[in-house]
């Protein structure tokens, strides 16, 4: 009679015996799945955002805002004014970051949550004003257009020169189709 392979054998011992875990091991993997710079983002634009909600006298701190309309309120009149320390405008990557922020802080510790600041459809007012702001942003040179100059003719002698690229292996003549198809077609 053939054995199973799954099947335990005399001489193994499986562990049957499961338990809850406890709350230091929760708070273990729970602290291992925070990354550093995001909650010290998080922090940054959140006390900014209280810090304007205080110079304008709104009540209380955000996560306690029961009211999404009101929420949405004030998170525009934010984006409307917020400028840098020395009074610019924020570069609209920073914009973006900020959203993205409190968004996080709100889905964790709002009254109202869930909710999702990137949801146009939740926060069509917000967009609108978003958008409005990013192309003003645009418009004064700030857009932050993460581009590169094109390869000169000289450079490109260089990479077809490469031993990277020699044709008289099949991997070097694979990475020369692939880089032609890339510079010349793209």
């Not at 338990?19 to 940054?44: C, G």
């Not at 004064?140 to 581009?147: D, I, N, P, T, Y």
């Not at 198809?181 to 793209?186: A, E, G």
Request: glycine fraction near 4%; charge should be positive; aromatic fraction near 10%.
């Amino acid at each position: 009679m053939k054995r199973c392979k799954n099947r335990p054998t005399n001489n193994k011992k499986f562990y049957k015996k499961y338990t809850l875990p406890d709350q230091e091991e929760i708070d273990r993997l729970l602290k291992k799945s925070t990354v550093l710079n995001t909650k010290r983002a998080t922090t940054t634009w959140l006390n900014k955002f209280e810090n304007f909600r205080n110079s304008v006298k709104y009540i209380g701190k955000c996560t306690e805002v029961a009211d999404i309309h009101e929420l949405e309120v004030q998170i525009q009149n934010f984006i409307i004014v917020m400028k840098t320390n020395n009074g610019e405008d924020y570069k609209a990557t920073s914009i973006n970051a900020c959203i993205d922020a409190l968004n996080r802080h709100l889905n964790q510790y709002s009254v109202i949550r869930p909710l999702d600041l990137k949801d146009r459809r939740m926060f069509p007012d917000l967009w609108q004003i978003l958008d409005g702001k990013l192309k003003d942003i645009a418009k004064q040179g700030k857009a932050e257009v993460c581009g590169s100059d094109s390869l000169s003719l000289d450079e490109v002698k260089l990479i077809f020169n490469s031993p990277i690229l020699n044709i008289e292996s099949p991997t070097g003549l694979l990475k020369t189709v692939f880089f032609i198809m890339h510079y010349f077609l793209d």
